[in-house]
């Protein structure tokens, strides 16, 4: 085997050590196995993207074994590192490495430890298998295969009704989107007759083959990228799936898999960029639900359900820099994000391990002295998340806005109106999430007060590494690297003279929303508290996350229930079911009955009818014969 | 009529009257000799035809059914044997439970 296979199997071994053997190997033995194949497997991914680039850009393409012939057309399992997948690797073992060492001191004292780390391994396993692919076929194994994993680790305290439905609620409505990506992937097949991606790329690039339309392929991939990255109407899923604990929200929600929706439009790039309707489309549904989820993110109590705002909102931007051709700056905001989102989940992981479980902000404050570390690490995260210079945040976030505006492909004002709007809502909503957690007076119950502790080196150690990746992420740009295959669209020249305005309109926005958020939550949230009765009504429908929950439910839970329990379960199941059967029992019961009769029990009867019967008979052969 | 003929006639007539037997008599010991008679009327056949075709497996065959014919009674007797102990009559009347 190569050292493509190896990066993707080794996670799998882990799983099948831990699901198999787990409880009977011991805390120790698991979170060796459990952290240390994901390490092994990032370091062969390190050596693996160095060979990479030491031997120019040429991908590195490693064919596992020929699933299936069809005609004289070949399906294989092949891996394909190249420049976008070798950032995506770097990432998912990176970062999922350090949260598989968080939660060893997470996960201490669970009782499912094994199982824990097996689920996590397996989500591995898929979300390597989804990057590296070179068939779309095998990107959708490892797409269903962390929906799978997702919903595992979700539902992963299954004792308790309302997680184990987050879990099926997640399942369901990526479900939903992955119809429309499979959908996509026949219409990629018919235009081109394969489904290794380079290829299709590379046909695209030659001009949209004949009998197929580029935008309806690129906006059927985009319903299924919906569904995974929680775009709307998809996004109901990701604010539920908080209910898993908090290193999988962080490694699953935040950091790695929501971002493959963006990785698969990055991927296909050859298609999105002769779409130009989809293309439209993505960028307009993305900066939509940035600023849908940015506001929403404003009324939210729940630290982690901020954050899952917060990450729905960012999908949005990073939907909104490949909708504008953008592609690399899209990765770009996926590397940096992953970075800074990641120890955000991760250090509210630690304020809540501190709190003794409590999750609510309004019980919180006055931790920043308490827990020292996790302040800090957050404190940075925030920054980064809001923009502030010169983390990583401001700069892939500076460059979404520039080509929001300034993209020849479908950049205009209304888009930069919109995310700057979310930016500063960003800045403004972190802010805020930072100050009712760390400062101001204490909100919490003696009790809770007493226990508050820092967390483990396990834990405060991976939130410093991320910190310290946060902060400075954005100095390596990664839209440069990825230049060669993913060129940046050209700016429209009425806009060049812009960029250096918009720089310090980024900054501004930052600066702003720490400003907004220091006014009106510093001095115990007086004026926030203040002004909360004036916008009533706004505060309902933004806490009441504008009822989208209860609109699915009206127009197609209550429905869906209605039809089932009506027609299928009355007229289906009672009536043309059970009732032919039940009609076919007792037909055949009463026939029994009556033929029974015959059975008289007089044996010279029987003995007559033999008689008869030969008779009839050689009469009959004696006739034919 | 040359020999196989009467053989044959004598055949049918055992049959016949073993038929008759088990349909008329009410004796559970007559009705069993009676399909004895038949089954000795079909050997009879059984051996006829084998001597005209010249083959010694038919009347090898014949021998086979003997031991078969045995053993049917050897199980049959006893059945008798225990009804008779049940109800204290050997007519079949007395044993018409087995209707519908």
Known sequence: MGALTWIVVLPLIGFLVNGLAGNTLGKRFVSVVGCGLPILSFLIAAGSVAALLAGGSTPRIETVFTWAVIGGRAFEIAFYLDRLSAVMVLIVTGVGSLIHVYSTGYMHDDESYARFFAYLNLFLFFMLLLVLGRSALVLFVGWEGVGLASYLLIGFWFEDPEKAAAGKKAFITNRIGDAGFLLGMFLMYYAVGTLDMDRINAAFAAGVPAGVSASLIGVLLFIGASGKSAQIPLHVWLPDAMAGPTPVSALIHAATMVTAGVYLVARLSGIFAHAEFASQVVATVGVLTAFFAATVALVQTDIKRVLAYSTISQLGFMFLAAGVGAYGVAVFHVVTHAFFKACLFLGAGSVIHAMSGEQDIRKMGALAKKIPITFATFAVSTAAIAGLPPLSGFFSKDEILWFAYGSSFGGSPWLLILASATALLTAFYMFRLLWLTFFGPPRMDEEVAHHIHESPWSMTGVLIVLALLAALGGFFSIPHFLEPMLPLPQIRPEAQSFHGPLLWIAIGLGVGGLLLAAYFYGNNAARATRLKPSFEPVHKLLSGKYYIDELYEAVLGRPLTWISEKIFLRIGDKFLIDGSLDGLAALAQRGAGRLSKLQTGNLHLYAFLVLAGIVGALIWSWRNG | ?100
């Open chain 2, 1 to 100: 009529m040359d020999k196989v003929q009467l053989l044959l006639s004598l055949s049918i007539a055992l049959f016949a009257i073993g038929l008759l037997g088990v349909i008329v008599r009410r004796n559970l010991l007559v009705m069993l000799m009676c399909m004895e008679l038949m089954l000795n009327g079909v050997n009879l056949s059984l051996v006829t035809f084998a001597h005209q075709m010249g083959q010694a497996v038919g009347a090898v065959l014949v021998f086979l059914i003997f031991v078969v014919a045995t053993a049917e009674i050897a199980v049959a007797i006893p059945i008798v044997l225990l009804l008779v102990k049940r109800k204290h009559s050997l007519d079949i009347g007395a044993y018409n439970d087995l209707k519908g």
